[in-house]
C-alpha cells in the first residue's frame, strides 16, 4: 500500500519534468521561454519565479478547492497567482536589480503563464494539498529545466560563457543572432526536433497540444 | 534506395530537359563568375566558395539520409546553393563562418521545407541572413580587389580557428600600404560616407581596388546566356533592374543631389547578382507571367527602399527573402485566364476560382454564362 | 440547451461575493507583508546601483547627494520633484570637497532610447567619463559604447566650457566620423557603431546645454558637503 502510493506520488511529481514536460512536450508558457533565456542565469532565476509562484498558488487552490464554488473559480485562481506573482515581484528586487532589470515586464507576465493557470484548474483545484504540490514543484523543475536548455545553449553561443564564465578565451566569436529573439526560436525549434525525433524513434505518437493559448 | 526501374503517372514526355540538366546548366553559367571572383580576391575567395559548397553537399547528404526526402547530390542543386552562397559572402569571410552559412542554408532553408522544390526562401539567402544575424561585423568587413600576393597569401581572417573571432583586416591592409585602400563596399561608402564610386567602374569591376563582388557585366552575359537557352525567364531579372532603375531614377529626379543616380544603385552590391541568379530560384519564384512581373518588381523597389531608408546599406537581400514569402500569393492573384473563357472567369473572379474541370468545357461554361446575363439583365421587380 | 435545468446548481450570489471577499482580504495581507518584508532591501539596492554608476564614472568619489536644477536655480532634491527639472548628483571625495558632478542624459540610439550617466568636473569645465544606464542596443555592435578602450577615452577631458554670457555651450558636442577627431569637443565616434556613438554625442549635448548654464553660476553651492 505505501509503495503504491510512493510510486503515484513519484510519478505526480515526474509528470512535469518528463512526459508532460511544458516546454518540450506541452509547449506552453512560450512567452518567457523565449524572451528571457538569453543567458544561464536569467533562465533559472525565471524558472525558480515561476516554480514559487506555481508552487504557492496550487497548494493555496487545493487548500480552498472545497470552499470556491466553481461560478467564482478563475477568478479566484487569478488573485491567488497575481499574489504570489507580485511577491516574487518584491523579493527579486530584494536580491538582485540587476536580475529585475534583465527580467524585465516577464515578471509580471508569469500571471498570464498558462502553466499556471493550467495546473491550478487541471489539477490542483481537484486534489489534496499534498500531491498538488508535488506535481506542481514537478512542472516548475520542468519548465526550469527547459528554460535552462534554452537559454545555456543561448548563452554558450552568444556570448561564449555559461553562467558568466568563459568557455572559450577571450578570442571567441559571439553569434549575435542567438542573443536577439531569432536566436530563441531556432534554440526552441532545434530542442523540439531533438524531441520530436527521440519519440519517433521510441515510438510514442506525437503529443496532442493539450494547452491552452500560447501566452 | 533507388532503383533501376522508374515508375511514373503519365504524362510520359521525353524530353532531355530535366531538373538536373537545367541545374547543370546554371553550374556550368556559374563557372565564369567564380573565375572572375577568385581573380580578383584570390585563394581565400576560391577556399571560401569551395568550403561553403563541401558545407551545402554535406547537410543536403546527411539530410537525405536523415529524413525520407528526396534529393540526390547529382541534382546540382546544392551546388548552386553553395556557389551562390560563397559569391555573395566577403572573400575573407572565416571558413568556419561560411561552413555555418551552407550549413544553415540547406537545413533551415531547405531541408526543414521537405527537400528541393518545396522550399520556400531561397536557400543561399537563407544561410546568408543567418549569418548576417549572427556575425555582422564579420560579413560587413571587405577588402579590396586585386591585392598584390593574393594568390599566395590568404586573407587572415579567413583563417580563423573555429568559434575565434578573425583576426583584424583592417589592421593587416595598413600593412599592405595601398594607397586609397578601403574596406567599405560602394553602398557602405555612399550610405556612411556620402562619397559615390563612379557606375562604370562599378560595371567591369576591374576598376583598382575597390571592394566589390564579381563584375556585374559578367554576370549579366552569363545570365543572358541562360535566359537564350530558357533555363531562366528573362522577366523576372527584367522586372528588378527595370523597376529598381525606376524607383531610383524617380527619387533622383525628385530628391536631386541627396540621393545617387540610378546606374549606381543598379550595378553597387549584390542587385545584379541578386536580380539574375537569386530571385529566379525555380522554387520560390511565380510561374505565371504576370506573377514573375509583379514579383520582380515588389523586389526592385524594396531593395532600393531598403538601401535609402533601412538601417543596412545592402538590401537585395531581404528584398528577394520577403518577396520570395510574398510568391505563394503572387501567383493565387495571376492566374491565367484559360483560353476562351475571358469574360466569365473575370466575372467570376471575387469568387474561389481555381482550374477546375467545369471551365474545361466550353460548352458547359457557356451555358453558365448565358444563364449568368439572363439573371443579371433581369429587370427588377418593381 | 437544456430548458428544463438551466443552471444546475446555482450558488447564491452572497456566497460568491463573500467567497472573493474572503480570498482577496487574504491575498491583500501576502501582499502588504511581502511589501513590508522587502522594502527596505530594494530600496538600498537601488542606490547602490545608482552609487556605483556614479562611484564608477568619478573615481574619488565616496558619497553624493541628489540635486535637481530648474530655470530659477539648483537645490537639494526631495520632496516634490518641480515641474521639467533636471536631476543630477554631487558626488565628493572624502574629505567632503566636491569631487565631479554625474548628470543624466538619454538620447535616441539605434534600436531603443540610450540612457547614460556622465560626470562633469567643474574645475576643467569638461567631461571625464560616462557610464551606460540603459542601452538595448545590438549586443556585440552597440554595446561597444560600454567596451570600447578607444571610444571611451573621448570622454577623459571632453570639452563643454560655456561661451562668454554663460548661456549655451561654447562648443557644441559633436559626434565625428572614426578617426577624424580634432578638437577637444569632438567624440571619435566608434566604427561601424556610427548611430549609437552619435546617440552618446546627443545624450551629452542636450543634457548639457540645458543644465550647465543653470549649474555654473550657482557652483559655489555644492563646493562643500552639506552634512
Known sequence: ?215 | MSSSVEIRSAPHIKSPRSVEMIMRNVVFSLLPVCAFFVYQYGISAAASILVVTAACLLTERLFVRLGRQSGDLSDYSATITGVLLGLTLPPGFPLWMGFVAGFTAIALGKALFGGIGFNVFNPALVGRAFVQAAFPAAIATYTPSFLPGRFTEFIPSSLAWPLMAPADTAAWLKGMQIDAWTGATPLAKWKFEGTLTDAGDLLTSLAGHMAVGPSPALILLCGAYLALRRFMDWRIPAAILGSAGLTAWLIYAIGGTKYPDPFFMLFSGGLILGAVYMATDMATSPVTPRGMWLYGSLIGVLTVMIRYYGGLPEGVMYAILLANAATPLIEQITQPTPFGKGASIRAGRSATYTLHPDYISREEAAAKMSKKRFFKNKPKKP | MNVANPMPSATPAASLVRTLGLVSALCGVIIVGAYQGTYEAAAANRRIALERTVFKIIPAAKSMTEWQATARGIRPAGGEAAEGAIKFYAAYAEDGSLAGIAVEGAAKGYADVVRILYGYSPDCQCINGIGVVATKETPGIGDKIITDKAFLANFKALDVKLDQALAKLANEVKVVKHGSKTDAWQIDAISGATVTSRAVGKAINDSAQALLPILLPEIEKLRKKES
Not at chain 1, 73 to 88: E, G, K, N, P, S
Open chain 1, 1 to 215: 500500500m505505501k509503495d503504491l502510493s510512493q510510486a503515484k506520488n513519484f510519478d505526480e511529481f515526474m509528470e512535469g519534468i518528463w512526459r508532460q514536460n511544458p516546454v518540450f512536450v506541452m509547449v506552453l508558457g512560450m512567452c518567457p521561454a523565449l524572451a528571457v533565456t538569453v543567458s544561464a542565469v536569467n533562465a533559472l532565476a525565471m524558472g525558480f519565479a515561476t516554480t514559487f509562484v506555481l508552487v504557492c498558488s496550487c497548494l493555496l487552490v487545493s487548500l480552498m478547492r472545497k470552499l470556491v464554488p466553481k461560478e467564482v473559480r478563475i477568478a479566484t485562481y487569478i488573485v491567488i497567482i497575481a499574489t504570489f506573482v507580485t511577491v516574487v515581484d518584491y523579493v527579486i528586487q530584494a536580491v538582485s536589480l540587476e536580475l529585475y532589470e534583465a527580467l524585465g515586464a516577464f515578471i509580471q507576465l508569469i500571471v498570464v503563464n498558462c502553466i499556471i493557470l493550467g495546473r491550478a484548474e487541471a489539477h490542483a483545484s481537484k486534489h489534496p494539498p499534498a500531491t498538488a504540490m508535488l506535481n506542481a514543484l514537478g512542472m516548475g523543475i520542468g519548465f526550469t529545466i527547459g528554460l535552462f536548455a534554452l537559454g545555456g545553449v543561448r548563452e554558450i553561443l552568444g556570448a561564449g560563457k555559461l553562467f558568466g564564465v568563459s568557455l572559450f578565451g577571450a578570442n571567441f566569436q559571439p553569434w549575435v543572432v542567438m542573443v536577439l529573439p531569432p536566436g530563441g526560436f531556432f534554440v526552441l525549434g532545434a530542442w523540439l526536433l531533438l524531441f520530436a525525433a527521440i519519440r519517433r524513434k521510441k515510438g510514442i505518437p506525437p503529443a496532442e497540444s493539450k494547452g491552452c493559448h500560447v501566452a
